[in-house]
């Protein structure tokens, strides 16, 4: 209420000012074309207000809860947590009222929203600050929104649709709390399991990853105005991959993988119009990504032509000098990053005063800092944020945690829970397993929202204990809690259901990681928590293994953001499931699957290896990767990259192309009958690869060129077509330039990447 007070008395001053016959300045003017209204605004701004411009700060409330709550040193020792020493929440509050601050970050209400918008009116220029948020699956990262499955999930769906239409209400959701720029989507290539940012990314493969980008990028921003919000594709480039699975180590990779493997997602979603871009904690090939003039000059903005704002990582410019040792100060630092192309700081309190010295010292021209400004500028006009600067706190609530939204969040849980193993129990028969075990720590616990989830109201949530309560209620289900934490298990917990497991006919176990950021250094997956092995963390192994022991049938269900290698489990239960990170309805999806109200068709986006040992393990290797499979052994995944079983049985047939031979600039003509054999409807995800069988640089063995997500009746047959454009035979010639070579080429098309689930045609290019 207070608040809105406030913005009324905002908004009659304005008016009075636009009465009193002064004249509003063009750049408030918004029928004036975008270009005019920046430069007019620019040539009023001093040095200090445009170099404010480029610097971000936290939340006024983050920084107050961490004041409250954490000793001096802790904050010091922890920069996760935002502090910036002798400067206040109340310092940061009169930099934006004398229109200092650009940006912030990490503010979760839409009451803070508008108070922190309120005082960049008050500023002498009233340049609205943008707001950016972490929103990576929903704009979960804040309380009371619609929280859908991470990515990892939902590129597991091959759902391009649905990736747009999570993208679009997510934007609806964020304008409606005062939020117009989310940290999303990460289009990294995940290349290692013991990263705990996996679930995070759309899987392993670079075609996946790049449709997916795509789509979330067009379905962020529309038309990049009043009711949509800006995309940040991250983190350019290589962090996927580090060297030895920890989040920010370097990543040591040549020119032709990052060409070939990292950066497709990236210039996909640069043509796709992405208008901002993060850059990575780590250093290439010996140089930090934030003084990185390779990646953000020559590359995205020479090859590209990325006309957006590059936005650093969370401290990671003050790293170029307190971390990497590439600058030997802070100023130096600030110095290399934005002469390398940086436009924006995320975040903190020395970047004002230093940049203005370098530019007063002569070392940076102004020039420079204008090219910044005017990229950020004209992302807030074209938001509208001059002419809207606030949301409406009364109605809020209309689209937050709308039922639309809520649908969609259902729809893609349940189209993003991969069956791994049936050997026919599921679908559960409810006459037969009357009295049900549920254990694990993930039975009956929120963690099931996934890394980037805030707390979120109970009644939001269905936990898989819930889910099963209400998709079967007549069965009789035995709760035996586990508590929450891996690390911490109990034996006698451990034991108690053992012995309970004796007394039902049927147990379910939901074990996997733990994510939640509420308990940020308890976790064992998530951003900056990486494992140095991909098994279940304490007692889960001897949980499963003990329950199992009842001689009753067991289902292990894992929910994770990163592959587990669970092969006793795989080789000795009758059924598992991997859900990922299923979101809000992500219990009620498990529980329509075990129960085959739904029947499942999520395929995996990533590798199951069956050790950390297996590591790299990817399906789109080299021809080479297992000339020598290791001894003792198996050289083969757990699971490979884009399987998945339903309830149905699909029968692939036909395999036609229109030709055996074309030319390189000739497109290719496919088509293969997929016949739904079982006796339930369900989606088939059918699949495309290609592999050049003889090149002059060495080409994987296959890479996935092509989906399509077809509904299938009982009984019916579709008849699906691709079509093979030149650009899917092409690589990258001795000299890293483009080419398409003459010679064999095997396509394959099949429900995964293994081999014996594919069926094949040659053809030849002349
Ligand atoms: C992460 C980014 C994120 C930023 C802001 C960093 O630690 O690496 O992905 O956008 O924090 O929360």
Known sequence: ??????????????????????????????????????????????????????????????????????????????????????????????????????????????????????????????????FGIDAI???????????????????GTFDL??????????AAEMRAMNMHWTFNPNVEVARDPRWGR?????????YLVSKMGVQTVKGYQGDLSSDDVLACIKHFAGGSQPINGTNGSPTDLSER???????????????????SLMTAHNELNGIPCHSNDWLMEDVLRGEWDFRGFVVSDWMDIEHIYDLHATAENLKEAF??????????????????????????????????????????????????????????????????????????????????????????????????????????????????????????????????????????PETDFVFVDQGWDPRNMSRAKVNRAASVARTCDLNIVVAGEYMYRGRWTERTSGEDTDRSDIDLVGLQNELIRKVAASGKPTILVLVSGRPLGTEWAAEHLPALINAWEPGMYGGQAIAEILYGKVNPSAKLAVTIPRSVGQTQMIYNHKPSQYFHPYAVTPSTPLYPFGYGLSYNTYEYSDLTIDKEEMTAEQTLKVSVKVKNTGKMAGDEIVQLYIRDCFSQVTRPVKEL??????????????????????????????????????????????????????????????
Not at 137 to 145: E, S
Not at 198 to 206: A, S
Not at 733 to 739: F, G, K, S, T, Y
């Open 161 to 170: 649709d649905l990736a747009y239409r999570i993208a679009r209400e997510t």
């Open 257 to 275: 993988t990052i060409r070939e493997v990292f950066f497709p997602p990236f210039e996909e979603g640069v043509k796709a119009g992405a208008m």
């Open 1 to 130: 209420m207070k608040n809105r007070r406030k913005i009324t008395l905002i908004t009659a001053c304005m008016m009075m000012a636009a009465c009193s016959g002064e004249k509003a300045p063009l750049y408030k003017d918004a029928s004036v074309p975008v270009e005019k209204r920046v430069e007019d605004l620019l040539s009023r701004m001093t040095l200090e207000e445009k170099v404010g411009q480029m610097n971000q700060f936290v939340g006024l409330e983050h920084i107050r809860k961490n004041e409250a709550s954490l000793s001096e040193e802790d904050l010091r020792n922890n920069t996760a947590n935002a502090f910036y020493p002798g400067f206040s929440a109340d310092s940061v509050a009169d930099w934006t009222r004398k229109g200092l601050v650009g940006s912030f970050l990490h503010v979760l209400t839409i009451e803070e929203a508008n108070y922190l918008q309120s005082l960049a009116m008050q500023s002498r220029l009233a340049i609205p600050v943008i």
């Open 705 to 766: 060129k092509d989906f399509a997500r077809i509904p299938l009746a009982p009984g019916e047959e579709k008849t699906v077509e691709f079509t093979v454009t030149p650009d899917k035979l092409m690589f990258l010639d001795r000299h890293l330039d483009p080419i398409v070579e003459p010679g064999e080429f095997i396509l394959m098309v099949g429900p995964s990447s293994a081999d014996s689930d594919l069926l094949r045609k040659s053809f030849r290019v002349r």
């Open 335 to 472: 110095y290399q990053s934005i002469m390398a192309g940086m436009d924006m700081h995320m975040h903190g309190v020395y970047w004002n005063e230093y940049v203005c010295e370098l530019v007063r010292e002569g070392r940076i021209p102004e020039s420079r800092i204008d090219e910044s400004v005017r990229r950020i500028l004209d992302i807030k006009f074209r938001l509208g944020l001059f002419e809207q600067p606030y949301a409406d706190e009364n109605t809020t609530m209309d689209v937050r945690l709308c039922d639309e939204h809520r649908n969609t969040a259902l729809e893609a849980a349940r189209k993003s829970v991969v069956l791994l193993k049936n050997d026919g129990l599921l679908p559960l028969s409810k006459d037969r397993y009357r009295r049900v075990l549920v254990t694990g720590i993930n039975a009956d616990d929120h963690n099931i929202l996934g890394d980037w989830s805030a707390d979120q109201k109970a009644e939001n949530v269905i936990t898989v204990l819930e889910g099963l309560k209400m998709v079967s």
């Open 137 to 155: 699956h929903g704009n979960a990262n804040a309380p009371d929104n619609t929280v859908y499955p991470t990515n990892i999930g939902l590129a």
């Open 198 to 206: 996996v679930g995070e990314t759309f899987g392993e493969d670079p």
